[in-house]
């Protein structure tokens, strides 16, 4: 069952319709996990889910690319500015 299958409102119909247009795989993780619940994830956590390195996250968001938010002293990844970011990354591998 995916997303498209049964969105939950008119986010995930939105979202659904967005991940057929620009398949990757990170997009295809956090997609997978908006009906998790959360609304927020760790940098570490994100990570993982993504595939994408911790190193490479943080340098996003030093260049102003991915915005934190500051509930604690450590940064968190709002679910949609998650999603914002990973829809801005190239679906194309880079040419050598």
Avoid: C
């Amino acid at each position: 069952m995916t997303l498209q299958d049964h969105p939950t409102d008119a986010f995930g119909a939105h979202i659904a319709e967005l991940v057929a247009q620009h398949i990757t795989p990170a997009i295809n993780k956090v997609i997978a996990l908006i009906d998790d619940g959360k609304l927020s994830y760790s940098v570490r956590r994100l990570a993982e889910i993504t595939d994408i390195s911790k190193t490479e996250l943080y340098n996003a968001i030093n260049r102003g690319d991915l915005t934190p938010s500051y509930p604690t002293k450590h940064a968190v990844i709002l679910r949609d500015e998650a999603v914002r970011w990973l829809l801005t990354l190239p679906n194309e591998e880079p040419q050598s």
